[in-house]
């Protein structure tokens, strides 16, 4: 596979200013992307995962620019659309789809299948009448649904059966990006497989690139070429998934997550690390490394000084002061 | 072997709605001994929370059981007034909830509430339920339990929210917990903590524990044996080991090889097609005839019934293993 970027971020900040007292006694600013550097290569599923609250959504979301970046770059296909507005933001979005987690809200419940579908074709395309409904068929039948069904509701289907039409519904612009926030997480195992199979077929058939976000690492291992993860706004470990789950993995927090996950086999059971203490506010972030609190392995500089995320091995990142060369004092 | 602490028999429960009667549960039966962590285990919408309510009394209006026994010491539980049933609730029987919020009152302390309830099911004054809640907390690991005890709810994360419920229940001195999909919010890092608490308490304490789950991985690794539930009763039972490595039933097997793992990876995964059935509209003869890659004709007309396996209690209700099925 040949490879070249399709998506790049670079040192990119997503600060809340919330308004909301939740955190009192604190100052009410959440840096939910703390300097995110990464790149997604054309036709590769990128994998993110991390603990609730750490910036998945609000990555993939700035990514699309749903919502604009406090700061910092994204280029699709070269071009930086951090500075875009609305208007002259049109033309990309769409190339640039997302999938949310909760199928049930995904629809207007008053509208039809049909009516849903085409919402997207409706508004960036001049299809209409017989050609429109030409092509919400042929989106139906990509996603395994019979064209039938075109002139139901929402309330008539199952939540699998609502998200392979969410599915259809972010194809409809022959995008070239997708975002996939927790596509199966409210589904159960036997349709969320029936989902990762046909996401799987459809990237395959269609040349898609996907920013697949999750917290059930079995999904994201499974779908996944590279891994990032994310600890509180940064991404602290970037490898292939093959690398992180054969036991390659190198940052503290990484392993420790990886060996939470309860495991069916027992021949693959690891030795687990049970972290103590509960993830930080990130309205308050620690100082230094952001993990050090909660890390079995910290030294000194880690309550002072940040890592930074290098490139320890080729094709793996990872920031933490006792990995690489960069080994702490 | 011992005589079980619950044994649920031949469940029956029903929801009468406006879109029709919702039968939620039917012939859901099961046993837990002292000191075990029994799982049950299922899809969506299979019964597994209007059981763990119907145990303490609590199923919602508009559902009713109407068929079956649940013993609880020998007891039926069915046959209790309320005013039992309230002194065995929160009391010997405890119940903790995937979301710990909605079972903590936001305007009082966590230490009030705590408080209030060791003091109603224990003969107890203020400072000795307080001494007891404070040694609750300490054995569930939270740290600073003083402090825990003057915060508000809010104050604390989800994880500790639900040490806290569990601390609760100890204190209490519930002999049964029921655990109903006491992880699935909290992230896995804190899922690890609270499982591994759960084993350890257990252990030191001896209590039993009903987990409701629909996580096969933690059953694995944390349950003694399993019950799989599909359509509101139970398909395959026994120990862990025999339910997940020796599965026989053909939902069980589906389930497990729906799951992503790491010998499917680069591969597409098997799924189960079609999707659960509704509640309303329920298939004669086996639940799960229509999706099943072995249907038979039998199935379609007889629900199969238990069928002993072996001699370590793994049972399956499947018509390949049944005597009609046989024939
Ligand atoms: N619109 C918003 N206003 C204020 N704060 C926000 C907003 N959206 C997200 N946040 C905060 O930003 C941080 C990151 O949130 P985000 O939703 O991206 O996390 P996540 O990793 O997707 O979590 P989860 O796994 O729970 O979905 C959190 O602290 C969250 O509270
Ligand atoms: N208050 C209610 N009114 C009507 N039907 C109900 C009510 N509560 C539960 N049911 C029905 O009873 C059945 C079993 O529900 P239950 O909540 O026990 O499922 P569950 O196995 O716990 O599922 P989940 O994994 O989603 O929590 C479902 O079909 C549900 O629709
Ligand atoms: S009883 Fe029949 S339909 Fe039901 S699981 Fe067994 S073989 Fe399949
Ligand atoms: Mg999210
Ligand atoms: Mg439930």
Redesign the interface.
């Known amino acids: 596979m040949s490879r070249t970027p399709l998506v790049e971020t670079r040192h990119l900040y997503k600060i809340f200013r919330s308004q909301s007292g939740?955190f009192r006694r604190e100052k009410k600013e959440v840096r939910a992307l703390n300097g995110v550097s990464l790149t997604i290569y054309r036709r590769e599923t990128l994998g993110v995962v991390g603990?609730?609250g750490c910036g998945k959504t609000t990555l993939g979301r700035t990514i699309l620019r749903l919502i604009p970046p406090t700061s910092g770059q994204i280029l699709f296909e070269g071009q930086d659309i951090a500075p875009l507005d609305r208007r002259t933001l049109r033309p990309y979005r769409r190339h640039m789809q997302m999938v949310f987690q909760n199928p049930y809200t995904s629809f207007d419940p008053r509208f039809t299948v049909l009516k849903s579908i085409a919402e997207p074709l409706v508004a960036h395309t001049d299809l209409r009448g017989d050609r429109l409904v030409a092509r919400a068929r042929e989106l139906l039948q990509q996603v395994g649904m019979p064209g039938e069904i075109l002139y139901r509701y929402p309330h008539e289907f199952?939540g699998?059966?609502l998200q392979r039409l969410a599915v259809a519904r972010a194809l409809a612009l022959n995008p070239k990006f997708i975002v996939l926030d927790e596509p199966t997480s409210a589904l159960?195992?036997?349709?969320?497989?029936?989902i990762?199979?046909l996401l799987?077929q459809l990237q395959a058939d269609l040349h898609l690139t996907y920013l697949f976000i999750s917290?059930d690492?079995?999904?994201v291992?499974?779908?996944s070429d590279r891994i990032a993860v994310m600890y509180l706004g940064q991404i602290v470990e970037l490898s292939t998934?093959d690398t992180l789950?054969q036991g390659g993995a190198l940052h503290p927090y990484t392993k420790?997550?990886l060996?939470?996950?309860?495991?069916?086999?027992?021949q693959?059971?690891r030795e687990?690390i049970?972290?103590p203490?509960?993830?930080p506010n990130p309205a308050n972030p620690p100082p230094g490394c952001a993990f050090h609190p909660r890390c079995p392995v910290a030294v000194d500089v880690c309550s002072k000084v940040e890592p930074s995320l290098l490139e320890v091995e080729s094709e793996h990142w990872a920031a933490c002061h006792l990995v690489g060369k960069e080994v702490g004092a | 072997m011992t005589e079980p602490l619950l044994s649920v028999e031949d469940l029956y429960i029903r929801f009468k709605t406006y879109a029709g009667t919702v039968h939620a549960v039917n012939g859901m039966s099961f046993h837990i001994h002292p000191g075990e962590i029994f799982g049950l285990v299922g899809?969506?919408g299979c019964g597994k929370s209007v059981t763990g309510l119907a145990v303490l009394g609590m199923v919602p209006y508009p559902g009713e059981v109407i068929a079956g026994r649940i013993l609880f010491h020998g007891e039926n539980l069915l046959q209790k007034n309320r005013r039992e049933m309230e002194q065995i609730r929160g009391g010997r029987i405890a119940m903790i909830f995937q979301d710990p919020s909605a079972s903590l009152n936001p305007v009082f302390t966590v230490g009030s509430q705590i408080s209030r309830i060791i003091r109603h099911h224990r003969r107890v004054d203020r400072h000795e339920a307080r001494a007891l809640a404070l040694a609750g907390f300490e054995a569930v690991g939270l740290?600073d339990p003083a402090r825990i005890f003057r915060a508000y709810p809010?104050e604390l994360?989800g994880?500790?929210q639900q040490r806290v419920m569990i601390a609760m229940a100890l204190a209490s001195g519930a002999e049964l917990l029921i655990a109903d999909e006491p992880t699935t919010a909290l992230?896995?890092?804190?899922?690890?903590?609270i499982?591994?608490l759960l084993n350890d308490l257990r252990a030191a304490q001896g209590v039993s524990i009903l987990l409701i789950t629909?996580?096969?991985?933690?059953v694995?690794?944390?349950c003694d044996r399993v019950g799989v539930a599909y359509a509101g009763s139970i398909v395959e039972t026994g120990p862990t080991a025999q339910v997940?490595y020796q599965m026989k039933h053909p939902y069980t097997r589906?389930?497990?090889e729906?799951?992503?793992?790491?010998s499917?990876?680069g591969k597409?995964?098997?799924?189960?097609p079609g999707?659960?059935p509704s509640g309303l509209d329920l298939p004669s003869g086996c639940p799960f005839w229509p999706r099943c890659p072995e249907v038979m004709d039998i199935c379609r007309e007889q629900k199969p019934l238990p069928t002993r396996l072996d001699e370590v209690g793994h049972r399956v209700a499947c018509h390949l293993y049944s005597r009609e099925g046989q024939r």
């Open positions: 939740l603990e609730s199952s699998g059966q159960d195992v036997s349709v969320q497989a029936q990762i199979n799987k917290h690492l079995s999904v291992q499974h779908i998934a789950f420790a997550l060996s939470s996950a309860p495991i069916i086999d027992p693959l059971r687990r049970i972290l203490g509960n993830p | 899809e969506s740290p809010h994360s994880g500790m992230d896995v890092t804190i899922q690890a903590q499982l591994a629909h996580d096969l991985g933690v694995a690794e944390t997940l589906g389930l497990l729906a799951l992503p793992r790491p499917h990876r597409a995964l098997q799924s189960i999707s659960v």
